[in-house]
């Protein structure tokens, strides 16, 4: 067993974690209709539509980053900015017939190709949309991350509390690193539920509670309201 084992390892899983996810995504959206595409998600100026079509485009966007790790040819995740923003305005309005076969091709498109990604090759580095130097390693955890999360914006019956204890577990541990709250004050997490504790920046209070509640406030996805300390104002998670 070579030292890249368990990474590999680590890959695979969240490789059927991605494919575990869009199995309950899938037949979410195939219970909706047309119209309730056009309701708002819960993503701020984004309809159903916009969430489906962000998917079906990221799915896409990650084949892109898998070939450049393949092939060692930069193919950059989006085109453009502009160009990603205007295939979700355009692809929003589909009817769900459309969304859904999109949603389906695109997923199945990312999934094959990162089944037979040789293994000498996940270790190359790519570029992330906004620029940061990433390993291809990080390309599954990058999708189960938009299925996950995106999956409870589109104000279904799916939740945070839904998530896996691993998964819940993964992003809160990655949303203490990259969170910045407004005021610059730190602050420490406490999982009530978990046996995890975070800091940000130099704490001077505590917040505390179950962990897909820490994780859903730390991302933007509630209020924290089953939260106990003081609150600070969060910039928005990326």
Do not use: C
């Amino acid at each position: 067993m070579t030292s890249d084992a368990p990474q590999l390892a680590d890959t695979a899983a969240l490789l059927d974690s991605v494919a575990a996810a869009t199995d309950r995504l899938i037949p979410a959206v195939a219970a909706l209709t047309d119209a309730d595409l056009v309701e708002p998600s819960l993503l701020p100026g984004w309809t159903r539509g916009h969430v489906l079509a962000h998917l079906s485009r990221n799915a896409d966007s990650l084949v892109n980053l898998l070939l450049w790790a393949r092939t060692g040819i930069e193919t950059p995740q989006y085109a453009s900015q502009y160009l990603r923003e205007a295939d979700i305005e355009s692809g929003a309005p589909r009817p769900l017939r459309e969304q859904l076969e999109d949603l389906t091709a695109s997923h199945e498109r990312w999934l094959a190709l990162a089944r037979v990604m040789p293994d000498d090759r996940w270790p190359a580095l790519v570029r992330n949309r906004q620029g940061g130097e990433i390993p291809a390693t990080r390309i599954p955890w990058m999708r189960l991350l938009e299925v996950e999360i995106h999956h409870v914006d589109l104000a279904l019956d799916y939740t945070p509390a839904d998530w896996s204890p691993d998964f819940t577990t993964r992003l809160l541990t990655q949303s203490v690193t990259e969170v910045k709250p407004e005021n610059g004050a730190g602050f420490t997490v406490v999982a009530t539920d978990l046996d995890y504790t975070g800091t940000v920046g130099t704490p001077t209070t505590t917040i505390s509670g179950p962990a897909t509640s820490l994780a859903a406030w730390l991302i933007g996805r509630s209020p924290g309201t089953d939260l106990t300390g003081p609150l600070p104002n969060l910039a928005a998670w990326k």
